[in-house]
């Protein structure tokens, strides 16, 4: 087993929206996932500047995995809210923050001598089955708006294998309440059968009966 501690504090964040901790919670529950052999690529939604990223495919590459990373992310920033993430305690997100390129991401990554990902640009909104790999042993979401965690499931569905593990960023936070909601809609609507849910700091960590 790879020390997933000593992993995550060997390397620099390239970003401040996650933390080191975060990080290391997300890599324990791939590291779980590759240790069991659940089939199929491991996928990101909503993947910024690539801080998580470069450390999924450092995992991968120090598990000596044949699994492919894919990434997709709009390029353009938070996009418009809906009326469930509307907050009582000031609006500290915009459209168009948080804006990246794909450039800068696939810099990232040769910097770091990682295998190129395969990379999707597009909203979430308009990106269909045949954009996403036929089959998924793990997902991060981290769409930060409720339309974009809904679209997110939506895509990854009917894709996950048996096992399969998905974690969403910014569960508990107060900020983006839209998570949350789209998260808990989804346990109670969705046809998969889930085997684990829990909360890891600001993470909602939810896997997939075997």
């Known amino acids: 087993m790879i020390d997933i501690a000593k992993l995550v504090a060997k390397y620099s964040l390239v970003s401040d929206q996650v933390s080191k901790q975060e990080i290391t919670i997300v890599l324990s529950q791939l590291q779980q996932v590759l240790s069991s052999g659940v089939v199929g690529d491991v996928v990101e939604l909503g993947c910024y500047k690539g801080t998580t990223s470069l450390f999924l ?11 492919k990373l894919w990434l997709y992310d709009s390029f353009q920033g938070l996009p418009e809210k809906s009326p469930k993430d509307d907050v009582q305690l000031g609006d500290s997100f915009q459209v168009g923050e948080l ?52 679209d997110s499931f939506r895509l990854c569905q009917n ?44 993470l909602a960590v939810i896997q997939l009966v075997v």
Not at 160 to 172: E, N, S
Not at 186 to 195: G, L, M
Request: glycine share 4%; net charge neutral.
């Open 159 to 202: 894709k996950l294998t048996p096992g399969a593990v998905v974690v969403v960023d910014d569960y508990t936070n107060p900020q983006l309440p839209g998570v949350a909601i789209a998260v808990d809609e989804w346990r109670r609507c969705n046809s998969v059968k889930i085997s684990r849910f829990e909360i890891r700091d600001s």
């Open 99 to 150: 804006a990246a390129t794909k450039a800068e991401v696939l810099r990232n990554f040769a910097h770091a001598n990682l295998p190129r990902p395969i990379i999707k640009k597009g909203w979430f909104s308009d990106l269909t089955d045949a954009d996403l790999p036929p089959e998924i042993c793990f997902a991060y979401l981290d769409g930060d708006y409720y339309d974009s965690i809904v």
């Open 57 to 67: 495919a450092r995992l991968l590459k120090e598990c000596l995995s044949n699994k």
